[in-house]
């Protein structure tokens, strides 16, 4: 695979079934990763592999990392991301700089707590950032609230329309009932099941816009989620052409006003699904909606089923050839979007790997 053109914008888009990660390029070589989640093939960070599989080096040429919040299902792999990407600047939701989460990170350091798989990713990214201070003066974290620049190169800006303050003390309320009890029994400590301060972004550059929406969530008023995204106009200069679909196409994420106002009519559209449980997103009416409002979406990646039964001579030879049907099922999907100045804002979209057009194509071959 060859990399982007200096001029290109590039997004993405990394989906094993349970896990979800971006790579942004903003142009001149330059990139940010959004989450993390693990490649089914090779073991890493899918971003991680596939920047290293087109040449890019991730040590110099990766300007940030963000974690757009702190769900299981996004932070795998997150600090060994910031151990390969030695100069990007870690940015978090304001969320996660308060005292109250560093006493849970805290607490997963010292053992008194079961945590999470998200929490102790965490703790460990930040670990990964304390080791390298001494190697680089340029690392270090940031805080993204609604209206901030997180990254800009040349023409390109990556701004975060989420979370507003608003949510950040939702959020702040939700981490503080998670915080350990003295003389009480251990529990686990998981992450909140609120979305209220995911970090949804807006590219905007020469070449093209895009809406990257996370896991942001509607709220029953407008001082957080889409309602509070929606007050602060980001298509005042033009709608984005494509959008990642916020939270794997679930309803609980769906403000139409968002698809009114803010996306071109008919806008590209990308996802990751999501299963655990026994519950897959996106569900069939959630599909349904989306190919209505954006035929063209392509999904990454497919949420694990049961593995397909074959006659009993085609069972033995795939027992004795090793292959596993689940891995097969599970394997990381990717959708990439490229835009480039002759491309007039339309992105063009690519199945790279275990990707299907969500509204009926088939599964590219690539």
Same mark, same amino acid.
């Given at each position: 695979?060859?990399?982007?053109?200096?001029?290109?914008?590039?997004?993405?888009?990394?989906?094993?079934?349970?896990?979800?990660?971006?790579?942004?390029?903003?142009?001149?070589?330059?990139?940010?990763?959004?989450?993390?989640?693990?490649?089914?093939?090779?073991?890493?960070?899918?971003?991680?592999?596939?920047?290293?599989?087109?040449?890019?080096?991730?040590?110099?040429?990766?300007?940030?990392?963000?974690?757009?919040?702190?769900?299981?299902?996004?932070?795998?792999?997150?600090?060994?991301?910031?151990?390969?990407?030695?100069?990007?600047?870690?940015?978090?939701?304001?969320?996660?700089?308060?005292?109250?989460?560093?006493?849970?990170?805290?607490?997963?350091?010292?053992?008194?707590?079961?945590?999470?798989?998200?929490?102790?990713?965490?703790?460990?990214?930040?670990?990964?950032?304390?080791?390298?201070?001494?190697?680089?003066?340029?690392?270090?974290?940031?805080?993204?609230?609604?209206?901030?620049?997180?990254?800009?190169?040349?023409?390109?800006?990556?701004?975060?329309?989420?979370?507003?303050?608003?949510?950040?003390?939702?959020?702040?309320?939700?981490?503080?009932?998670?915080?350990?009890? =003295?003389?009480?029994?251990? $529990?686990?400590?998981?992450?909140?099941?609120?979305? +209220? /301060?995911? %970090? &949804?972004?807006?590219?905007? @550059?020469?070449?093209?816009?895009?809406?990257?929406?996370?896991?942001?969530?509607?709220?029953?008023?407008?001082?957080?989620?889409?309602?509070?995204?929606?007050?602060?106009?980001?298509?005042?200069?033009?709608?984005?052409?494509?959008?990642?679909?916020?939270?794997?196409?679930?309803?609980?994420?769906?403000?139409?006003?968002?698809?009114?106002?803010?996306?071109?009519?008919?806008?590209?559209?990308?996802?990751?699904?999501?299963?655990?449980?026994?519950?897959?997103? =996106?569900?069939?009416?959630? $599909?349904?909606?989306?190919?209505?409002?954006?035929? +063209? /979406?392509? %999904? &990454?990646?497919?949420?694990? @089923?049961?593995?397909?039964?074959?006659?009993?001579?085609?069972?033995?030879?795939?027992?004795?050839?090793?292959?596993?049907?689940?891995?097969?099922?599970?394997?990381?999907?990717?959708?990439?979007?490229?835009?480039?100045?002759?491309?007039?804002?339309?992105?063009?979209?690519?199945?790279?790997?275990?990707?299907?057009?969500?509204?009926?194509?088939?599964?590219?071959?690539?």
């Amino acid at each position: 695979m060859l990399a982007p053109a200096a001029d290109e914008l590039e997004i993405s888009l990394f989906g094993p079934g349970y896990g979800e990660s971006i790579a942004m390029h903003l142009g001149d070589a330059r990139w940010i990763i959004v989450d993390s989640c693990i490649d089914a093939a090779s073991g890493m960070p899918a971003a991680i592999a596939y920047l290293q599989e087109i040449g890019v080096d991730c040590s110099e040429q990766v300007a940030a990392v963000l974690a757009t919040h702190w769900h299981d299902d996004h932070v795998r792999g997150l600090a060994e991301v910031l151990r390969v990407c030695e100069r990007a600047r870690f940015v978090l939701s304001p969320a996660l700089q308060a005292d109250e989460f560093l006493v849970l990170v805290e607490s997963r350091a010292l053992g008194s707590q079961r945590f999470s798989s998200g929490v102790s990713e965490l703790a460990d990214a930040l670990s990964a950032l304390r080791a390298r201070r001494h190697r680089s003066a340029r690392a270090g974290v940031s805080f993204a609230l609604e209206n901030t620049i997180v990254a800009r190169s040349g023409a390109c800006t990556v701004l975060a329309l989420s979370p507003c303050s608003s949510a950040v003390q939702r959020a702040l309320t939700e981490i503080a009932d998670l915080l350990p009890t =003295p003389l009480q029994p251990l $529990r686990r400590v998981s992450a909140p099941s609120s979305n +209220a /301060a995911s %970090i &949804a972004l807006w590219l905007k @550059g020469d070449a093209g816009t895009a809406l990257l929406g996370a896991d942001l969530d509607c709220h029953r008023d407008d001082t957080a989620g889409w309602g509070a995204v929606l007050a602060l106009d980001p298509a005042a200069d033009g709608r984005a052409g494509l959008l990642k679909v916020p939270h794997h196409g679930s309803s609980n994420a769906h403000d139409q006003r968002m698809w009114d106002h803010l996306l071109h009519e008919r806008p590209q559209a990308m996802l990751t699904p999501w299963s655990r449980g026994g519950r897959t997103l =996106p569900e069939g009416s959630d $599909r349904d909606r989306i190919c209505t409002l954006a035929p +063209a /979406a392509i %999904i &990454a990646g497919q949420a694990a @089923g049961k593995p397909q039964r074959y006659d009993p001579a085609v069972e033995r030879t795939l027992r004795e050839v090793t292959i596993s049907r689940q891995l097969a099922l599970g394997r990381t999907g990717h959708v990439r979007a490229r835009c480039g100045p002759s491309d007039e804002g339309r992105w063009r979209m690519e199945m790279v790997r275990n990707a299907r057009g969500l509204c009926g194509s088939a599964v590219s071959a690539n």
